[in-house]
Nanobody, 119 residues
Framework: QVQLVESGGGLVQTGGSLGLSCAPS????????MAWFRQAPGKEREFVAS????????SYADSVKNRFTISRDNAKNTVYLQMNSLKPEDTAVYYC????????????WGQGTQVTVSS
């Protein structure tokens, strides 16, 4: 199994920046892709961004393109989400997730970290 520990988040004003980190441990050799999801109050969890663990190819939700950047440091076993030009609608609990090679499902999840953007 893969365990994920997130850090970062907090409170920021509109237009500000925040960074999130996610450190996988355990069976990290099984990781094919890592992603960030978010869930706002009263809404369903939604995809934010993902990155291939080996190749580094990325994918973004339209709502965060050109504002958020996902990256990884394989030497440090860490995935990052840099969030710039934050908007109040970015307020949510952000979750890190990992997907193994043999499935299309993200089956390992972090505990979540709160990001609040004030207007």
């Amino acid at each position: 199994q893969v365990q994920l520990v997130e850090s970062g988040g907090g409170l920021v004003q509109t237009g500000g920046s925040l960074g999130l980190s996610c450190a996988p441990s355990g069976r990290t050799f099984s990781i094919y892709r890592m992603a960030w999801f978010r869930q706002a109050p009263g809404k369903e969890r939604e995809f934010v961004a993902s990155i291939a663990w080996s190749e580094g190819t990325t994918s973004y939700a339209d709502s965060v393109k050109n504002r958020f950047t996902i990256s990884r440091d394989n030497a440090k076993n860490t995935v990052y989400l840099q969030m710039n030009s934050l908007k109040p609608e970015d307020t949510a609990v952000y979750y890190c997730a990992a997907r193994p090679l043999w499935t299309n499902t993200y089956d390992a999840w972090g505990q979540g970290t709160q990001v609040t953007v004030s207007s």
